[in-house]
T-cell receptor
Framework: NAGVTQTPKFQVLKTGQSMTLQCAQD?????MSWYRQDPGMGLRLIHY???????DQGEVPNGYNVSRSTTEDFPLRLLSAAPSQTSVYFC?????????????FGPGTRLTVT | EDKVVQSPLSLVVHEGDTVTLNCSYE??????LLWYKQEKKAPTFLFML????IEKKSGRLSSILDKKELFSILNITATQTGDSAVYLC??????????FGSGTQLTVLP
């Protein structure tokens, strides 16, 4: 199993550009999520999905869109990049089971917006 | 609003020391508390705690949860330089209620 994969590893954007961060998992996990990590602030939940066709907002959703057309893929789209979106982005997946969410993380995407 | 607070924010020790990291939480619909280790890349899973008073152990690491006082501790005995990392705790409630603490930066000096 590849686990959770993310592309690209690094990206530089100019303000106003749009792009999509890709995330895929091969563990047949129902739950997938996107986090951003900023210095001193831990990881904050952007969007999450409890299954194909179902998405919802997390703590910091503004400026981001997601879709979940398959169980495997959960792309994160930046609509119009802003310098405040400079961060490291992690995708994670889990099988909720009894309601606990042990997260398996991808390697991360380091995004810089100039 | 759900809140997870970790302390201390940073800690510097020497090899062989024992450290205790703290995580307190205020979370509605609490289900579990998870500890992760992050070494300049993606967080890796250490423990998941759902019941009070039951210690989880893995080698030199152990953790316990107190659901009455709403906190958890992570102990590392006989620390090694390879333990240097940021340790994160995550409180897990519903699908939306996944709240990370800001982490404890542990530095172990030789």
């Amino acid at each position: 199993n590849a686990g959770v994969t993310q592309t690209p590893k690094f990206q530089v954007l100019k303000t106003g550009q749009s792009m999509t961060l890709q995330c895929a998992q091969d563990m047949n996990h129902e739950y997938m999520s996107w986090y951003r990590q900023d210095p001193g602030m831990g990881l904050r939940l952007i969007h999450y999905s409890v299954g194909a066709g179902i998405t919802d907002q997390g703590e910091v959703p503004n400026g981001y869109n997601v879709s979940r057309s398959t169980t495997e893929d959960f792309p994160l789209r930046l609509l119009s990049a802003a310098p405040s979106q400079t961060s490291v982005y992690f995708c994670a997946s889990s099988r909720p089971g009894t309601g606990t969410y042990e997260q398996y993380f991808g390697p991360g995407t380091r995004l810089t917006v100039t | 609003e759900d809140k997870v607070v970790q302390s201390p924010l940073s800690l510097v020790v020497h090899e062989g020391d024992t450290v205790t990291l703290n995580c307190s939480y205020e979370v509605t619909n609490f289900r579990s508390l998870l500890w992760y280790k992050q070494e300049k890349k993606a967080p890796t899973f250490l423990f998941m705690l759902t019941s009070s008073g039951i210690e989880k152990k893995s080698g030199r690491l152990s953790s316990i949860l107190d659901k009455k006082e709403l906190f958890s501790i992570l102990n590392i005995t006989a620390t090694q330089t390879g333990d240097s990392a940021v340790y994160l705790c995550l409180s897990s409630g519903s699908a939306r209620q996944l709240t990370f603490g800001s982490g404890t930066q542990l530095t172990v000096l030789p």
